[in-house]
T-cell receptor, first 113, second 113 residues
Framework: DQQVKQNSPSLSVQEGRISILNCDYTNSMFDYFLWYKKYPAEGPTFLISISSIKDKNEDGRFTVFLNKSAKHLSLHIVPSQPGDSAVYFC????????????FGKGTLLTVNP | NAGVTQTPKFQVLKTGQSMTLQCAQD?????MSWYRQDPGMGLRLIHY???????DQGEVPNGYNVSRSTTEDFPLRLLSAAPSQTSVYFC????????????FGPGTRLTVL
């Protein structure tokens, strides 16, 4: 049973436009959500996170929106740059002492010059 | 700080062989985890540790062993390698309870023939 779903395996956008990556979850106990970026042959790197008590978090060109009633979050990248081309993973964590992360399958973003 | 380091970067094994994937972190993080990444499957948690001497199973623990004798090191042992264990393995660490951001190593690409 996949608790974190990224239904789009890939997304292609033009440089300068907005990239929107989506993520859905099923477990209502999740209370932290994170986005990781991964380049080929490298480990994932943390991008941005959001707590379930918020509906928006912004960091430069990256904004994450959370809709708890729909169990949906999205990552917006504005403006998109060719260097943003990577696989983006959505991850979720439940409360408690172990903070295990559950990852989605990832979305490959390609930003075309 | 070197962050999270993993050795080796690449490894080829024959079915039935055993080996240990090394992971070390120099950030004095309490929590460490091992993930595997397979095409179309995202990152799946194998084992994790919340401190020296404390380990627990993740989502896909079968065929793997871990121990945590020091804060810095968290080796992953493959007891008898199988082709199904062909994957990219990532080690990760985070500060501890209350810390959400997780740091990943560069990965070990393992092929089992």
């Amino acid at each position: 049973d996949q608790q974190v779903k990224q239904n789009s395996p890939s997304l292609s956008v033009q440089e300068g436009r907005i990239s929107i990556l989506n993520c859905d979850y099923t477990n209502s106990m999740f209370d932290y959500f994170l986005w990781y970026k991964k380049y080929p042959a490298e480990g994932p790197t943390f991008l941005i996170s959001i707590s379930s008590i918020k509906d928006k978090n912004e960091d430069g060109r990256f904004t994450v929106f959370l809709n708890k009633s729909a169990k949906h979050l999205s990552l917006h990248i504005v403006p998109s740059q060719p260097g943003d081309s990577a696989v983006y993973f959505c991850a979720a964590s439940g409360g408690g002492s172990n903070y295990k992360l559950t990852f989605g399958k990832g979305t490959l973003l390609t930003v075309n010059p | 700080n070197a962050g999270v380091t993993q050795t080796p970067k690449f490894q080829v094994l024959k079915t039935g062989q055993s080996m240990t994937l090394q992971c070390a972190q120099d950030m004095n993080h309490e929590y460490m985890s091992w993930y595997r990444q397979d095409p179309g499957m995202g990152l799946r948690l194998i084992h994790y540790s919340v401190g020296a001497g404390i380990t627990d199973q993740g989502e896909v623990p079968n065929g793997y062993n871990v121990s945590r004798s020091t804060t810095e090191d968290f080796p992953l042992r493959l007891l008898s390698a199988a082709p199904s264990q062909t994957s990219v393995y990532f080690c990760a660490s985070r500060q501890g309870q209350g810390a959400i951001k997780q740091f990943f190593g560069p990965g070990t690409r393992l092929t089992v023939l």
